[in-house]
């Protein structure tokens, strides 16, 4: 019905052709141009321009256009994935990382929709599910305190782990990319399902053996889901001993913002344990995930086309007393 458009013009054409007539008739009787014309050509015209854009509104409401519309939907499975090697026993946070991350997790949980599901991942020098997805609280808040501080830090593993629990039907083969035999592979689009999961990591950043985090980044982004990443710590971050050595564990927010990034979720800090609890309320309504979906907005040219209409015959009938 585009082609409808066709006769702006010549409503255009014909407004000009009526507005020559009139001077050429208000040229004879002088008087009554001084009388009856408003001054400005603002005023003169622009009744008539607005009633040209609400026929083209109109025409463009003929068409049936569509538009991309963002809406909300609220994650009905998100997995909470804890880092918990041995670097969250510094003490930068009190009393430590993994108790400061521990106490906001357990509030974030039983702060969510009875609709939403919660899993648990554990993440060390191996990654394992400690809670699948249930909407029982108590078990998921549970699960989260029995945690304890092990060896190694593979994060690539626990994001894998994450994804396969929250996306079981796509395919993801995660020994073998765990072992390394086959690197993550290249998803052509997003999975079913995958704008109604999530994954919220809590981690310090600092990564030392397994799955390349970048690489099961590109994999979350290819099947669609979000991951938020909390960094727990400080950059200054604090002397960890163990078995007779001691490193400073310091938070790597580099890596962690740049997941987020590549995943469409969002990184925040969490210096100390009231500024966790402060960003998981913010989490928490960010979880609403952003859906794109094409929906026909006929309704709002038409409406839109009948506004500047009216606008047009109000503005005329003020100013000449008639109607255009």
């Known amino acids: 019905m585009l082609w409808a458009l066709a006769a702006v013009p010549l409503l255009a054409a014909l407004y000009l052709r009526l507005l020559a007539r009139r001077r050429a008739l208000a040229g004879r009787y002088a008087s009554l141009e001084t009388a009856g014309q408003p001054a400005g050509a603002l005023r003169r ?139 993550p592979p290249r998803i052509a689009q997003p999975a079913e399902g995958a704008e109604s999961v999530a994954i919220v990591l809590f981690s310090d950043g600092a990564a030392n053996m397994g799955t390349d985090l970048q690489q099961a980044g590109q994999l979350a982004a290819d099947l669609g889901v979000r991951v938020f990443a909390l960094g727990i710590g400080t950059p200054e971050g604090a002397t960890v001993s163990a078995e007779g050595w001691s490193i400073r564990a310091r938070l790597e927010e580099a890596p962690l913002k740049k997941l987020a990034g590549m995943t469409g979720g969002e990184y925040w800090r969490g210096g100390s344990p009231a500024q966790i609890g402060r960003i998981y309320e913010r989490l928490g309504m960010r979880l609403a995930l952003e859906k794109a979906q094409a929906t026909e907005v006929s309704a709002l040219f038409a409406g839109l086309g009948a506004a500047l209409a009216m606008l047009a015959a109000m503005l005329s009938m003020r100013w000449f007393n008639r109607i255009l």
């Open 45 to 183: 015209h622009l009744p008539a321009l607005l009633l040209l854009l609400g026929v083209c509104a109109m025409l463009l409401a003929l068409a049936r256009p569509q538009a991309k519309i963002v809406l909300p939907a609220q994650a009905r499975t998100v997995v909470v994935a804890i880092d918990i090697s041995g670097s969250m026993r510094a003490t930068d946070l009190k009393p430590n990382r993994l108790k400061a991350a521990q106490d906001a997790a357990r509030t974030f949980v039983s702060e969510q929709p009875a609709a939403v599901r919660i899993g648990v991942v554990a993440i060390a020098g191996t990654a394992a599910v400690v809670q699948a997805p249930t909407p029982d609280r108590e078990d998921a808040t549970q699960a989260i305190g029995r945690l304890q501080p092990q060896r190694g830090t593979a994060l690539g593993n626990g994001l894998v782990i994450s994804l396969v629990t929250l996306l079981p039907g796509a395919g993801i083969d995660a020994q073998a990319i765990i072992h390394g035999t086959a690197a």
